[in-house]
Each structure stands twice: as structure tokens, then as C-alpha cells.
């Protein structure tokens, strides 16, 4: 199911006007005809029946039902998926990379991404995370809504990444938890296999990805301690952009496969 | 094992001098010192000892040995990994984001990419060919280098969508085949699990990829008829460059997983 995320500036009304990038998406993207029905969700994550009322040249203007559950047929794509918690942290990468990461980890319904300090990290937000976090929340908003994600994805930190464990723990209310490391030299340990660790688990999974220069081998040992599985990708060394939707797309796929 | 590409310069001599890229590839990324080595390969496929013989301030020398097979124990990174044949058919995306993706791909270790025309393509590379191709074979060796790919990853196309089963058959040389078509919406027919149709597979895999604007139902129907599966990935709706190494992530984990 494909939910169209109202403005902040919708103020629950019967109607509203759309203009700009979300006259654009529905009208051109999506191109939606007078009197075809979408589902939205505002701000507060309250649900709501749309219908096109008018297009205009550059406006459409949109009745508004508030509704308690979402319809099984509209005129916008396909149907909803429940999709298993995962959750990214992501040592931060150096320049425009955590963009491009943090973009993709929500179109794939990625519930909580979050930016960790580790030590090889190049890139420091100290005293920008305020206006960083804003534009992460910015790039989420447009990737929600290209994607139909019905996951309230949600950017935080940064964490240091000695402080993972605890904070995964208490994101997953209380639900299994299956914390991964992705590491790409050998360690001492055993490693384990993506595929077995993930296969048959329902819970809350969490993957680690390191920053450019790698996790250090005792930054790894701590997260072992803290309960979670060094893996190894059966794969060449990928960058830290393609590590993360590399491993979303191999954790997600065994997560949500039916045959188990 | 990480395999550094020698530079076309290269005169199989005994000695070469890296400045420029090459330098910084080895002396600065990989940090590597006087009197480590590493393997090569030259442009001919052929394998090389190397060794750090001189590093100066923005070249460096190395010693080169001709051999017939890959050192187990040189200083730089992991084992080799024979990964399992993948191809990638890439309908043609817009803009600068084939670069992402052919980057990523080349990173995983697909085979080839095979760049392709499907009706809903609004990229024409008509007449631009061969300077794109060019461009896209210096992404694929940087990617290569990068991430120690011991894959030679070849770019090619454009083809049509109708003449990809007649070209997947030919690029697999004999061995099984599976052809998957990733299909963000329903069809009429079934669609497999994407996990089931890969696990326990040895051979070559095919992924088609479609455009910003997907496939048509007629050339998923067309892909059908010609031995491919349509694949729904169990997640939201991925732009094109995230679906292709979503999808390759999730191939190639359960293809090289040894539990199967």
C-alpha cells in the first residue's frame, strides 16, 4: 500500500490544496485522475481516506476522511506489508554517502536508522547534528513516499558505538533481538553465516556496518561481548554504501521469505 | 584476495613506477609499505607478484614477478572467492544513476552487466554508445580495484528486452540457468519467492531489472515465456538503483550460503 504523507501544514480539515513536490507526485508521478482515492498519513500518523477532487495546472485540490484502518482498494499502489524491524547503524561515512545510505535503508522499510561514532570514522557532526538530522528527515519524508513505506522510518544519534548494544536493546521492546555485525576481514572467532543467522528468526535484527576504514577488531570484540554475531558477506570488500543495501536487501529477503 | 589492476602502461618488465591513481590506491588507501607485496593483474588476465620496492613522495616503484597462480599469504586483503555467476540486465536507467548502480554491481562481483532497452525507458543512449561504454568500463575497473574483485565484470549492450533470453543462454556457456524478472507489482500468474527460487541453485543467475517506469506486464510475459521467473522482493517499492543491489545482496547471500 502506498501512503501519501500530508504536509505538516495539513490541519485535519475536510480538504486541503497540494501545490509544488506533492502537487508533482501525485499528479505527475503518480499521475492520478479527478475522483481516484489515495490512502494519506498526516504527521501524527493518523490515517486518511484522499480523494482528487480538481486538478489545476499547478494545485489539486483533495477531499479528506479520516479513517481508522487502511483500505484494502485505492487507486495507489500495492498492498501493505507488515515488514520485520530492522535496524542500520551506520558509522558515519565520510561527505554525501550517509544520503545515499539513508535513502535507500528507508525505501526498504528499514524502521530506525542510526548514525554511530566509531573510531576510523573521518566524518564528525559535532555541532551540526541538529541541521544534519533535519535534512536526514528531509531525505526520509521523499523516500517514504516514493516507496509506499508504511515503516515510520527514523533517523538518530550519533551514538558512540560502544553504546549499540544498550541502545538496541531498547528499541526492540522487548521482542527477540539478532544483533549483526558485518565485518570483512576475518576474525579470530568463527564468523557466522548471514544466511543461517537470519534464516527462521522473527524478531527485532540489527545490523552494523562500519565506516570507510572498517570496524577495529576490539570495536567488534565489544559488540561480540554485547551480544552480537560478526558475519562475514560472501562477497568482495564493498564500500561502506553498498555494504548497507547489500546486507538489507540479503537480511530482509531471508527475513520476510515465506519458505523457511 | 585483493587483486590490484596494473595499468595499461604496464610493459611486463620487471619494474614499474605508479604515480597519479595507482599510488594513491596502494600507498595511501591500502597504506601499504616498502617490501609488502600484493598480486596483480595485468590487462591480459595475466597474474603478478608485486612488491613495494621504493615508496617516494607521489610515485612509488614496484618489483613485478610473472606466476600462474595467486600467493595464498600477501599483505594485502582477504581470500579469493569464487563467487557464483550472476548477470545483471539493467533496463536503462536515467541520468548519471547507471553509474551507481554498474559501481555497486562491478563491487559484488556480478559478471556482466548487460545494459538494456525496455519500453518504458526514457534513456536513449542512441549514438552515445561507445562513449558511455568507455565511461562505464573506468567505473568497473575502479570498482574492481576497490574491492579486490577477483570477477571481471564486463559492461555491455544495449539490447533489446525481447533478446534477453537468447543472450542469457549464450552468456552461461552450458551451465544451469536461472532467469529472474523482478516485478514490483502483481501479475495475473504467480510470482515465486525470491529466497525459494534461489536456494540451493548452482549455475548462472540472470536478474532483470526494470526502468524508472517498470516493465510492461507484455515483456514480463515475453521474459516468462522465454524460461524466467517473475520475482516479487517482499518489501516496498525500490527506485530501480536501489532494486539492483538490493537484489543482488539477497542472490548472491543465499547462492554462495553453504547451508542449504
Known amino acids: 500500500m502506498r501512503l501519501f504523507l500530508l504536509p505538516p501544514t495539513f490541519n485535519k480539515g475536510s480538504s486541503l490544496e497540494l501545490t509544488g513536490k506533492d502537487f508533482n507526485y501525485l499528479i505527475r508521478a503518480l499521475r492520478l485522475k479527478e475522483g481516484q482515492c489515495v490512502m ?3 504527521r501524527d500518523g493518523e490515517l486518511w481516506n484522499l480523494t482528487i477532487v480538481k486538478v489545476m495546472k499547478s494545485s489539486c485540490i483533495l477531499s479528506a476522511e ?3 484502518q487502511i483500505k484494502e482498494q485505492t487507486d495507489a499502489l500495492p498492498e501493505e506489508r507488515p515488514l520485520k524491524r530492522i535496524t542500520l547503524y551506520q ?9 545515499d545510505i539513508i535513502k535507500k ?11 554511530v561514532k566509531s573510531r576510523n570514522c573521518v566524518a564528525n557532526l559535532e555541532g551540526k547534528e541538529e541541521s544534519r538530522l533535519s535534512r536526514y528527515d528531509a531525505i526520509v519524508t521523499e523516500a ?8 515510520p522510518t527514523k533517523v538518530s544519534g550519533v551514538i558512540d558505538i560502544a553504546d549499540i548494544p544498550k541502545d538496541f536493546a531498547a528499541r526492540s521492546e522487548g521482542l ?5 555485525v558485518l565485518h570483512q576481514t576475518r ?7 548471514l544466511f543461517s543467522c537470519v534464516r527462521g528468526f522473527d524478531g527485532s535484527t540489527a545490523l552494523v556496518v562500519g565506516p570507510e576504514g572498517g570496524l577495529e577488531e576490539e570495536e567488534c570484540q565489544a559488540l561480540l561481548k554485547g551480544g552480537f554475531k560478526a558475519v562475514l558477506l560472501k562477497t568482495n570488500i564493498l564500500r561502506c554504501e553498498t555494504a548497507s543495501i ?3 536487501g540479503a537480511v530482509q529477503t531471508i527475513l520476510e521469505s515465506s519458505c523457511q
Chains 1, 2 share one sequence.
Open 40 to 42: 494519506g498519513r498526516d
Open 66 to 68: 479520516k479513517t481508522e
Open 91 to 99: 558509522c558515519l561515512p565520510k561527505g554525501r554517502k550517509a544520503d
Open 105 to 115: 535503508a528507508t525505501e526498504a522499510g528499514v524502521r530506525d536508522i542510526v548514525l
Open 144 to 151: 517514504i513516499q516514493q516507496s509506499g513505506s508504511i515503516v
Open 176 to 180: 527477540p533481538t539478532l544483533g549483526l
Open 187 to 193: 576474525l579470530s572467532e568463527d564468523q557466522s553465516d
Open 246 to 248: 547489500y546486507a538489507i
